[in-house]
């Protein structure tokens, strides 16, 4: 959705090295969500973001929200294999169209080289 | 601990076929969606069901019917299959509505169907 833009699309990295991933939102978020995808496999939820500065980790994985940019970065430090998927970032907006649903970004496909 | 159940997981159907698309949480959320996934596009709404015995077209509702056959049950219909319905199938469930306004969805494995 163009509501909901990730930035990169995909990304190359080699082992132990850090990343991060921008999910940019075109409306006031109410919501954002981090999810995690392996090949062949259902979305895993990693996080959930509603609060302007909020942050919130997960093993090596750390989400930031900025309110004022509208804006979410997943991070992660020392990648390691087990980290390669796609990462989709899903948000939910205030008003009449909250009825749980998510809108999703078009997903970054991480690679993690030995 | 089952969660979200899709079934079948894989389907090949000629164009013009019909079949429906099962998917059960046990989770005893009041919320269902239906999601196809398609290269470079991300996860689009098909359907959902707010609470048990309401449906609402999501962003590409065409070609689908859906059925909230109880709290657990969420079907996704195709009534004449197209090629442009290959897709893979994401069935999701959060308690939206229920213990809270902001809640994640909870996803099935997926369908991968094929429209020949």
């Known amino acids: 959705s163009q509501e909901l833009e990730q930035s990169p699309q995909s990304l190359i990295v080699q082992e132990g090295k850090n990343l991060t991933i921008n999910c940019t939102s075109s409306?006031?978020?109410?919501?954002l969500y981090w999810y995690k995808q392996k090949y062949g496999e259902g979305l895993i939820f990693l996080m959930m973001l509603q609060k302007g500065g909020e942050e919130k980790s997960h093993e090596k994985i750390t989400a930031k929200l900025d309110e004022k940019k509208q804006q979410s970065s997943l991070h992660i430090t020392a990648s390691q294999p087990s980290h390669a998927g796609i990462y989709l970032c899903?948000?939910?907006?205030?008003?009449?169209?909250?009825?749980?649903?998510?809108?999703f970004g078009q997903g970054t496909t991480l690679q993690v080289k030995p | 601990n089952a969660g979200v159940t899709q079934t079948p997981k894989f389907q090949v159907l000629k164009t013009g076929q019909s079949m429906t698309l099962q998917c059960a949480q046990d989770m005893n959320h009041n919320s269902m969606y239906w999601y196809r996934q398609d290269p470079g596009m991300g996860l689009r709404l098909i359907y959902y069901?707010?609470?048990?015995?309401?449906?609402d077209k999501g962003e590409v509702p065409n070609g689908y019917n859906v059925s909230r056959l109880n709290k657990r049950e969420f079907s996704l219909r195709l009534e004449s299959a197209a090629p442009s319905q290959t897709s893979v199938y994401f069935c999701?469930?959060?308690?939206?509505?229920?213990?809270?306004?902001?809640?994640?969805?909870?996803f099935g494995n997926g369908t991968r169907l094929t429209v020949t």
């Open positions: 069901s707010a609470s048990e015995g309401t449906t």
């Open positions: 999701a469930s959060s308690e939206f509505g229920g213990s809270s306004y902001n809640s994640p969805l909870h």
């Open positions: 409306k006031t978020l109410y919501g």
């Open positions: 899903g948000a939910s907006w205030r008003g009449s169209g909250n009825t749980g649903k998510l809108i």
